[in-house]
């Protein structure tokens, strides 16, 4: 069992997080009038019955299930969310208890910090990326249209429980996807998890307890320092100036394109604007670029569609004063926040990525 102090709250990293989850509630005693569980369709049938099987306080609890994806990260779905809190008598003193992947977690937390002006929250992240990043740090939110993340609040949760295990649920491409933020880790804060991460297969982690701990060791550090997001933790944000507009992008049009996924190419183009402004070495830049183009299929991004990545990139939280700006690489493992960098070096990163994507799968 792993337990990694965060701000004010623990994250438990545990093959058996059932038993810590019925230690946090005797802990608890009676502090909590009622109990909501968030779930999705696969985390209702992968994680929920294994933990309702086990923990005593969930017998009672009242499930509120919806559809999984990026697209229900909605307004209108939290208000259906709130209204059933409602109805079912939810009080200051009920917990909100988040099970499932980045949308739920994200989410959830935003529909329990604002209701009743706030209650309490735990996160039970069930995907990798979930538990490498959305469910710990205390950011919830949800999309405004196709806009990421555009209206939220920071709010801890009471407690975050990891159990490794579920990652065996996920498919190939949820895997990925949350790796793309392990190498995000790796690559902004520890040259040694980078190398550690370029002999690691994605989809088949032999120790998952060993590098989730690490990845979350890595992320705490850095919230512990900034949580709030004023200077430091603008590093977590490398590959996600770019990658966040590739996502807004393909969510506008329908298509359905992963989290990690669209961080994999931002991280590419980071990479690469990092090489051009910032002292990253071209041996750097190929380094990152290979490892992964080999673990990532490629994403098409036209150049007719690159004008309107800009525009999205002009929503970006880190903006100043209409300037677009990044967090870049000045070596593997060092990261520079509030860097303003031109369109036209945005533009080429763009067409580095595309022109690297020709030859692979
Ligand atoms: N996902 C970036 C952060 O939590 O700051």
């Not at 935003?110 to 002006?117: L, P």
């Not at 590959?239 to 298509?255: C, D, P, Q, R, V």
Request: one cysteine or more.
């Amino acid at each position: 069992m792993t337990e990694i102090r965060s701000a004010g709250y623990s994250v438990f990293i545990n093959k058996d997080i059932a038993a810590e989850i019925n230690r946090f509630f005797e802990s608890a005693g009676s502090r909590y009038s009622k109990i909501f569980i968030l779930v999705d369709e696969n985390s209702m049938k992968h994680c929920y019955p294994q933990l309702v099987e086990k923990i005593e306080a969930f017998k009672d609890a009242e499930l509120i299930e919806i559809e999984s994806g990026e697209e229900n990260k909605t307004l209108e779905v939290c208000a259906q969310i709130w209204k059933t809190l409602s109805e079912f008598g939810a009080d200051r003193k009920s917990l909100f208890v988040n099970l499932g992947g980045g949308v739920i977690c994200d989410m959830g937390g935003f529909i329990a910090s604002t209701f009743k002006r706030g209650i309490s929250f735990i996160n039970i992240p069930t995907t990798l990326l979930s538990q490498v990043d959305a469910s710990v740090g205390g950011k919830t939110g949800i999309d405004l249209d196709h806009l990421k993340n555009e209206i939220g609040v920071f709010s801890a949760p009471s407690a975050v429980f990891i159990n490794p295990d579920f990652i065996h649920t996920l498919d190939k491409r949820q895997l990925l996807s949350g790796f793309a933020e392990v190498i995000k880790h790796g690559l902004i804060a520890d040259v040694q998890y980078w190398d550690l991460i370029k002999q690691t297969d994605a989809l088949y982690i032999d120790d998952a307890e060993k590098l989730i701990a690490a990845s979350v060791r890595i992320k705490n550090k850095i919230i512990l320092e900034d949580p709030n997001e004023a200077n430091l933790r603008k590093i977590l944000n490398f590959g996600h100036t770019i990658g966040h507009a590739i996502e807004s992008f393909f969510l506008m049009n329908n298509k359905t394109l992963l989290h990690g996924e669209a961080i994999a190419v931002g991280m590419i183009c980071e990479a690469y604007i990092s090489s051009k402004e910032c002292g990253l070495s071209d041996v750097a830049l190929s380094e990152i670029t290979s490892y992964i183009l080999d673990s990532y299929k490629a994403v098409p991004i036209k150049t007719t569609d690159h004008a309107k990545l800009i525009e999205l990139m002009k929503h970006d939280k880190k903006n100043e004063n209409d300037s677009i700006m990044f967090s870049l690489l000045s070596g593997i493992g060092k990261c520079e926040i509030n860097c303003k960098v031109n369109n036209d070096v945005i533009l080429e990163s763009l067409k580095y990525y595309s022109g690297k994507t020709k030859t692979v799968k």
